[in-house]
């Protein structure tokens, strides 16, 4: 399946090999291209990724929040649980959405301590390619579809602040955190 087995482990660093990028950084507002070859520096980018979103108490990281203009994501919705199964995809793309929209809280690695809540579709399909680079496809739902979408937007250049719909709360939420109203860009409607 498209399970990575990078024996990654669970914990913090002291000092994480990679630098997470905040809203303002040109960077997260940057279309990622797509990765031509799953080679040995993808696998040590999807490696350092981890560590960083380990190190970070992260549960999803795509490349550009560490300033790489690449189409991968690393996902681990249970990093307490060492068992946990770790998701690395390569290229992704949502192929299709099959439920209702529902609402969800999210929060950013790199909009830190800023939640809000966000609508999603509840279930989308998904094709990538895994570490090995092959193809893969699953249909995901519940907190992995919405840490999917998530992450795939930031490929985008979309953050989720761009998809808050109730802008005052966001605004004050925003200012406590020392970030700006103005870096916040209307999302593209799916």
């Not at 990575?4 to 279309?31: F, M, N, W, Y």
């Not at 980018?45 to 560590?51: D, I, W």
Request: proline share 7%.
């Amino acid at each position: 399946m498209s399970l990575q087995p990078l024996a990654v482990p669970k914990e913090k660093l002291k000092t994480p090999p990679l630098s997470i990028h905040t809203l303002g950084d040109r960077v997260l507002r940057s279309l990622s291209k797509n990765v031509a070859t799953v080679n040995q520096e993808t696998r040590l980018l999807a490696r350092e990724m981890l560590q960083t979103m380990y190190s970070c108490d992260g549960i999803g990281l795509a490349a550009p929040q560490v300033g790489v203009n690449k189409r991968l994501i690393v996902i681990d919705i249970d990093p307490e649980e060492a068992a946990n199964p770790v998701w690395v995809m390569v290229n992704p793309v949502i192929k299709r959405v099959v439920a209702d929209l529902e609402v969800g809280q999210e929060g950013c690695l790199s909009i830190p301590n800023v939640f809000a809540d966000v609508v999603r579709p509840a279930r989308v399909v998904v094709s990538f390619r895994d570490l090995s680079g092959k193809p893969q496809a699953i249909e995901a739902s519940g907190l992995l579809a919405r840490v999917i979408q998530h992450e795939l937007d930031h490929l985008e250049g979309v953050l989720f602040v761009d998809r808050v719909e109730n802008q005052l709360a966001l605004a004050q939420d925003l200012t406590k955190q020392k970030f700006s109203l103005r870096d916040v860009q209307p999302a593209p409607v799916r």
